[in-house]
């Protein structure tokens, strides 16, 4: 059963618009969350973060949202570039609890951003 | 570079015989996690080290893989006697400290092993 979901394995968007991508949780023992980049034959690349305690972290054209009561979070990329065109993958962990600090991973989104 | 470093890149191997990946974390990190993707998969976690001590080995499919670490830096992930579903990227991961959480991870490039 999976514990993070990205119900969307692609996404298209026109340069300079914006690009949300959305995951969904299931397990309420999630307290921070996390957003990776990942291009072809790379590993993962961090982009963003969030505490549970926070309900919007945002970081120059990137920014996380998350709805702890919906278990949804959002990651919106504005003005997006054809540069950000990767696969983006969204991840959570449990700070407590005996496998502290390993994440849970979504199965991505592929974004392309035309120009 | 200062980044996380694996070898080999990519590894073909035929089924039945071991493998060894190694992977290098970025220094003073403590905390040193396995993961594997593969076809169409997102990441799925395989073991998780603080300092040499492995307190979750969870994610490991079965007992032919094992992993190590030495020195509280480089780990090797070892597999067995390889069969065709071990065919995937092995990404290693390296973090300030796991035992609170909430510590960004950052990863290698992985090693793509394929067992034919």
């Known amino acids: 059963d999976q514990q993070v979901k990205q119900n969307s394995p692609s996404l298209s968007v026109q340069e300079g618009r914006i690009s949300i991508l959305n995951c969904d949780y299931t397990n309420s023992m999630f307290d921070y969350f996390l957003w990776y980049k990942k291009y072809p034959a790379e590993g993962p690349t961090f982009l963003i973060s969030i505490s549970s305690i926070k309900d919007k972290n945002e970081d120059g054209r990137f920014t996380v949202f998350l709805n702890k009561s919906a278990k949804h979070l959002s990651l919106h990329i504005v003005p997006s570039q054809p540069g950000d065109s990767a696969v983006y993958f969204c991840?959570?962990?449990?700070?407590?609890?005996?496998?502290?600090?390993?994440?849970?991973f979504g199965k991505g989104t592929k974004l392309s951003v035309k120009p | 570079g200062a980044g996380v470093s694996q070898s080999p890149s990519n590894k073909v191997t035929e089924k039945g015989k071991d493998v060894e990946l190694r992977c290098d974390p970025i220094?003073?990190?403590?905390?040193l996690y396995w993961y594997r993707q593969s076809l169409g998969q997102g990441l799925e976690f395989l073991i998780y080290?603080?300092?040499?001590?492995?307190?979750?080995k969870s994610g490991l499919p079965s007992d032919r893989f094992s992993a190590e670490r030495t020195g509280g830096s480089v780990s090797t992930l070892t597999i067995q006697r390889t069969q065709q579903e071990d065919s995937a990227v092995y990404l290693c991961a390296s973090s300030l400290g796991g035992l609170a959480g909430g510590y960004e991870q950052y990863f290698g490039p992985g090693t793509r092993l394929t067992v034919t």
């Open positions: 991840a959570a962990t449990a700070s407590l609890g005996g496998s502290q600090g390993n994440l849970i």
């Open positions: 080290f603080q300092g040499n001590s492995a307190p979750d």
């Open positions: 220094s003073g990190h403590t905390a």
